[in-house]
């Protein structure tokens, strides 16, 4: 089964910092391209990063830049998101997403930024 | 970059009706290969969301025949043509042509 597993999320103070993780597996993981996208409560969707299948191409939205790293492992099947000086504005579920025209998403996981 | 505008913020109609939602870019999409680098996404409550349509009118596979796309440059339609209950939800379309950018959504309610 084609699958993506997000973990990581927890409360976290502001300025804090935070690992996501989000495992895949059913498909050939290292031909994807992989994102990040997140949803503030009652909000809609942002669009936060992606990483290229080898991780040569990489981009984030503004609103993360200098404070979100992507990262991925291909020989585990896993991408990352590193994120630095959390503020409330951070607060909400991410997902990560699967491909070029995001075929694939997974459950998400809740981020919290609240002292 | 690209503006996305998303219309209209909510709609609300009846089972067996049809639901027009229309997305415009503020910049073309369209790349020389003929290629619209534009997705259309259900999100239901609690639920992740769901692609629907992407290249503009290609329909995700399991996708019901009823939803549709289409449009060319800058101005994309998603079409439902007739509601069922489980079509509640809401909408977004995405860009993919340059750094991605969603719509900010449409929220259908079946009367």
């Known amino acids: 089964e084609v699958q993506l597993v997000e973990s990581g999320g927890d409360l976290v103070r502001p300025g804090g910092s935070l690992r996501l993780s989000c495992a895949a597996s059913?498909?050939?993981?290292?031909?994807?391209?992989m994102n990040w996208v997140r949803q503030a409560p009652g909000k809609g969707l942002e669009w936060i990063s992606y990483?290229?299948?080898?991780?040569?191409?990489?981009k984030y939205a503004d609103s993360v830049k200098g404070r979100f790293t992507i990262s991925r492992d291909n020989a585990g099947n896993s991408v990352y998101l590193h994120m630095n000086n959390l503020g409330a504005e951070d607060t909400g579920v991410y997902y990560c997403?699967?491909?070029?025209?995001?075929?694939?998403w997974g459950q998400g996981t809740t981020v919290i930024v609240s002292s | 970059d690209i503006e996305m505008t998303q219309s209209p913020e909510s709609l609300a109609l009846s089972l067996g009706e049809r639901a027009t939602i229309t997305c415009k870019s503020s910049q073309s999409v369209l790349d020389s290969s003929n290629n619209n680098y534009l997705a259309w996404y259900q999100q239901k409550p609690g639920q992740s969301p769901k692609l629907l349509i992407y290249?503009?009118?290609t329909r995700e596979s399991g996708v019901p025949d009823r939803f549709s796309g289409s449009g060319s440059g800058t101005d994309f339609t998603l079409t439902i043509s007739s509601l069922q209950a489980e079509d509640a939800a809401v909408y977004y379309c995405q860009q993919y042509y340059t750094t991605p950018l969603f719509g900010q959504g449409t929220r259908l309610e079946i009367k």
């Open positions: 997403a699967r491909g070029t025209h995001s075929d694939i």
């Open positions: 059913g498909f050939a993981f290292n031909t994807y391209r």
């Open positions: 990483i290229s299948s080898s991780a040569y191409n990489i």
């Open positions: 290249w503009a009118s």
